[in-house]
T-cell receptor, first 114, second 115 residues
Framework: AQSVTQLDSQVPVFEEAPVELRCNYS??????LFWYVQYPNQGLQLLLK??????LVKGINGFEAEFNKSQTSFHLRKPSVHISDTAEYFC????????????FGKGTRLSVIA | DAGVIQSPRHEVTEMGQEVTLRCKPI?????LFWYRQTMMRGLELLIY????????DSGMPEDRFSAKMPNASFSTLKIQPSEPRDSAVYFC?????????????FGDGTRLSIL
């Protein structure tokens, strides 16, 4: 079984400042890792995913994440945030085999302040 | 392309009433997921289907909840009888089967309020 811990429930940051949203996972098997974003009154949208290969993954809207196997982490970063990045961000993990569904963290609310 | 379509977007009803939530997945997708989102518990997987067959319903909270997928283009989540603690946002998502690396596409959700 897999589990995900998002260490910060809320992250306020000023516009144009960098941001890091932290995610740690637990799994007894190899995993795929995902970040999703949820804007108000909408469903979740995929930001990026790590399947294999390079541990630095680039996604949409200027976000990137780095897979660190030794630290079981998959932190999300953006060098300069915009007001429009204000949203809830979810880290998710799934096992690599069979029909294992996604397991989501509880989310981090990013608030970008003008 | 049309995304995942959920209806209704909002539902307000009195406790004890039957509630039916509907989902139309993206055409060609053969995996479908139902989630519930609350402030307290976050996003919880209730049930998922592959090729219209329920694979794992261990997340369904109790017998009052049931889900069906009669064909590849339609699914329902039913609560009977409803209770105030069922108030939440319910999401449907679909993906291509082929492994967990396939991204899930979410609908905009149904905001359910049980009075």
């Amino acid at each position: 079984a897999q589990s995900v811990t998002q260490l910060d429930s809320q992250v306020p940051v000023f516009e144009e400042a960098p941001v890091e949203l932290r995610c740690n996972y637990s799994s007894s098997v190899s995993v795929y890792l995902f970040w999703y974003v949820q804007y108000p009154n909408q469903g979740l949208q995929l930001l990026l995913k790590y399947l294999s290969g390079s541990t630095l993954v680039k996604g949409i809207n200027g976000f990137e994440a780095e897979f660190n196997k030794s630290q079981t982490s998959f932190h999300l970063r953006k060098p300069s945030v915009h007001i429009s990045d204000t949203a809830e961000y979810f880290c998710a993990v799934s096992g690599r085999s069979g029909n294992t569904p996604l397991v989501f963290g509880k989310g981090t609310r990013l608030s970008v302040i003008a | 392309d049309a995304g995942v379509i959920q209806s209704p977007r909002h539902e307000v009803t009195e406790m004890g009433q039957e509630v039916t939530l509907r989902c139309k997945p993206i055409s060609g997708h053969n995996s479908l997921f139902w989630y519930r989102q609350t402030m307290m518990r976050g996003l919880e997987l209730l049930i998922y289907f592959n090729n219209n067959v329920p694979i794992d319903d261990s997340g369904m909270p109790e017998d009052r909840f049931s889900a069906k997928m009669p064909n590849a283009s339609f699914s329902t989540l039913k609560i009977q009888p409803s209770e105030p603690r069922d108030s939440a946002v319910y999401f449907c998502a679909s993906s291509l089967a082929g492994g967990p690396n396939q991204p899930q596409h979410f609908g905009d959700g149904t905001r359910l309020s049980i009075l």
